[in-house]
């Protein structure tokens, strides 16, 4: 079925889909050597977006690929180099494309290279539609950032409601600006 891509409107979102892509795009910068090849690519197939990442890399053993999405997952192989990672990108990824309704998949080949493909179901609609969605989606974008905006500790001058001060108050130490920003 052939459509246009203006009549397209997929449901991600779009800092959670860059993370996405950073974290593949880091990994397999990551695992190639320095004559390697990344490649990535976004296609249309159907109802489905497809965002690939692929390289030239050092491949990932067949006894490793069922847990590469797996939380602070590190290969306990003793040929393996030390990555210094932590373990958490690729799990993060599997949970970002889980909550659009999508996919990620991993294929490799030891000292062949690593593809990982994501995929996200698209809705096919009138470009009047799409700019009605666009206009709501960007209005209650902004309304949430109002209300994280009340509820934010680290910005100057915040007054937090009442009913805030009943709750448990937990302390979580992180560096990473992203991993902060996630964990909000």
């Known amino acids: 079925e052939t459509i246009g891509t203006n009549d397209v409107y997929a449901m991600i979102d779009r800092e959670k889909t860059r993370q996405i892509i950073f974290n593949l795009l880091s990994n397999a910068f990551k695992f190639t050597p320095k ?14 977006l497809i965002l690939s990442v692929s390289d030239s890399g050092e ?4 006894s490793d ?9 590190q290969t306990n192989r003793p040929d393996a180099t030390a990555t210094g990672g932590t373990g958490i990108g690729l799990a993060l990824c599997k949970e970002y494309a889980n ?12 000292g062949e ?27 209650a974008s902004i309304n ?3 209300q994280a905006a009340l509820i934010n500790p680290s910005t100057p001058n915040t007054t937090i409601p009442a009913e805030h001060h009943k ?10 600006n992203e991993l902060q920003a996630y964990l909000q």
């Not at 690593?114 to 700019?131: A, D, G, R, S, W």
């Open 35 to 48: 004559e390697g090849e990344v490649n990535a690519s976004v296609q249309l197939d159907k109802h489905q």
């Open 59 to 62: 491949g990932i053993p067949a």
């Open 65 to 73: 690929l069922p847990h590469v999405f797996d939380r602070y997952f």
């Open 99 to 110: 909550l659009f309704g999508g996919t990620i998949t991993v294929k490799s080949i030891v």
């Open 113 to 139: 290279g690593t593809t990982f493909n994501v995929t996200f179901p698209l809705e096919i609609v009138e470009n009047i539609q799409l700019k009605e969605k666009l206009a709501h989606e960007q209005e």
């Open 144 to 146: 949430q950032n109002e």
């Open 167 to 176: 709750l448990p108050t937990v302390l979580v130490v992180e560096d990473n």
